[in-house]
């Protein structure tokens, strides 16, 4: 600080920054000489360093379990002196209990002795969920196409309103699929996620619009490497 001020008003920038990068230097070079092993110079010392502050993060965790084990230890001794009572409720605490009333009569634990003395239902496990019957997207659409022939405009809500079956629900929206593909029918749907209305648009011909099987065929196995 007396250097800054002996500069003056007039100093310079360059020089007062050289002057403050070699004071921080040589201030560096002080302390790493007064205080020990401030410098590191090898890696072996640093791995001698790290090991030397692993073994004593290890004593001190050694150090706090053992004095653990110890309060354990008295704490268990203290404990296996205490005994419990067995003698009753002294008079003042007996006053306070509720008199035993029961107001069952001797028809009441008949039934209740008919249905403890019922066999239990064997437990069953239901697999309903797990293996649930296939739906034909071609059969769905024969039905939708024929409501259609009829009705010539439906919301797909009154499609589906005759069953609540999820399988039913999503083959139906598939055959749906499957006949906008084949120009049978237009979708009109004026808000997202709004009613969803279906018109019929493929003439007052017998011939039904084709729908293929693609969605009720099984899917194809990969196929195994022949391993030499």
């Known amino acids: 600080m007396a250097y800054i001020r002996a500069m003056g008003p007039d100093w310079d920038l360059d020089e007062t920054t050289e002057f403050l990068v070699v004071a921080a230097t040589l201030l560096d070079l002080k302390a790493a000489r007064l205080l020990p092993a401030a410098e590191v ?7 001698l360093l790290e090991a030397r502050d692993l073994l004593f993060a290890r004593l001190l965790q050694y150090r706090a379990y053992k004095q653990i084990a110890d309060i354990f230890s008295r704490r268990l001794d203290d404990e296996g002196r205490r005994y419990p009572r067995t003698v009753g409720l002294e008079p003042h605490h007996a006053e306070l209990l509720p008199d035993v009333v029961i107001s069952i009569g001797p028809e009441g634990f008949a ?5 403890a003395m019922q066999p239990r239902p064997k ?21 939708v196409v024929a409501r259609l022939k009829e009705l010539g ?6 499609l589906v309103q005759d069953t609540d079956d ?11 699929l499957e006949l906008y593909r084949e120009k049978a029918v237009a979708l009109d749907q004026e808000t997202a996620l709004g009613e969803l209305t279906v018109r019929w648009t493929g003439g007052d011909g017998d011939a039904a619009p084709a729908v293929t099987d693609e969605f009720d065929r099984p899917p194809e196995q990969p196929k195994e490497e022949n391993k030499p």
């Not at 110079?41 to 791995?47: F, G, N, Q, S, V």
């Not at 437990?123 to 769905?140: G, M, N, R, T």
């Not at 405009?153 to 009154?158: D, G, H, L, P």
């Not at 999820?166 to 749906?176: E, M």
């Open 111 to 115: 039934r209740l002795a008919v249905k």
């Open 153 to 158: 405009e439906a919301s797909f809500r009154a």
């Open 41 to 47: 110079e090898d890696e072996a010392d640093l791995a």
């Open 166 to 176: 999820t399988l039913t629900v999503v083959a139906r929206f598939l055959a749906l």
């Open 123 to 143: 437990p069953q496990v239901y697999v309903d969920h797990i293996h649930a019957p296939l739906v034909s997207v071609q059969e769905q659409a024969g039905i």
